[in-house]
């Protein structure tokens, strides 16, 4: 695990949903962040990738994915329990699935990553909506082939998953800035039969605020 903070070469944001975050949110794995400096490289002239967040702890995991579960209850108020689990899953990975079993959170492997391409500016280009207004949006709008944007924001969309890709990361089909590589959601993805990260631990997080980028 590295802490992006420990260099200059890829942009970061502020800390992202709640405060919990900000402990966490630019640890990555060391080949995922190399990963994204060579997206960095591929961009066009004057833009540039941003992190909006890596390494998720399980207890805002649990936290995020309890105030999303309320808003699908909100919007399907008389859908059965696991139609709307399978609704906030969409957005939020649950740390159990709805049958009681553990699950593996992309976020808590250090492999996924939400990011953004921002200008010289630092502004966030035309994606019709920014990562953070994730939850205040309808659903839609977040899947990265969404028919109801503009041109531009759809070619913005295209430029940022085609440059991620060629590095080898998996896209997520419901929300376009979220990419992984070696978390399961990759191997079964591009199907290999197993992932190559599991779960950080507590030591890999403390050892990475000492480790060099």
């Not at 049958?99 to 492997?109: E, K, L, V």
């Not at 250090?110 to 019709?128: H, L, M, N, Q």
Request: hydrophobic share 35%; with cysteine; charged share 20%.
């Amino acid at each position: 695990m590295v802490d992006i903070r420990k260099g200059t070469a890829l942009r970061y944001g502020p800390p992202p949903e709640c405060p919990e975050t900000a402990h966490h949110y630019c640890l990555l794995r060391r080949d995922v962040y190399q990963r994204l400096l060579r997206v960095q490289q591929s961009l066009p002239q004057g833009y540039y990738l941003r992190l909006y967040e890596g390494l998720r702890s399980l207890t805002v995991q649990a936290l995020l994915f309890e105030q999303e579960h309320a808003r699908a209850c909100s919007r399907m108020p008389h859908a059965p329990a696991s139609e709307t689990h399978a609704s906030a899953a969409r957005l939020v990975a649950p740390v159990t699935h709805f049958d009681g079993s553990m699950n593996i959170p992309p976020h808590s492997t250090g492999g996924a990553v939400d990011v953004e391409i921002v200008d010289e500016s630092g502004k966030v280009i035309d994606f019709a909506m920014e990562i953070c207004d994730w939850a205040n949006v309808d659903p839609k709008l977040c899947d990265p082939m969404c028919p109801d944007i503009s041109d531009e924001a759809a070619s913005n969309r295209r430029l940022l998953a085609e440059a991620m890709t060629q590095e080898e990361f998996a896209s997520y089909s419901h929300e376009w800035w979220h990419f992984s590589y070696g978390d399961p959601h990759w191997a079964t993805f591009t199907g290999n039969t197993h992932a190559i990260y599991g779960p950080c631990t507590e030591t890999m997080i403390i050892a990475a605020k000492h480790t060099a980028i």
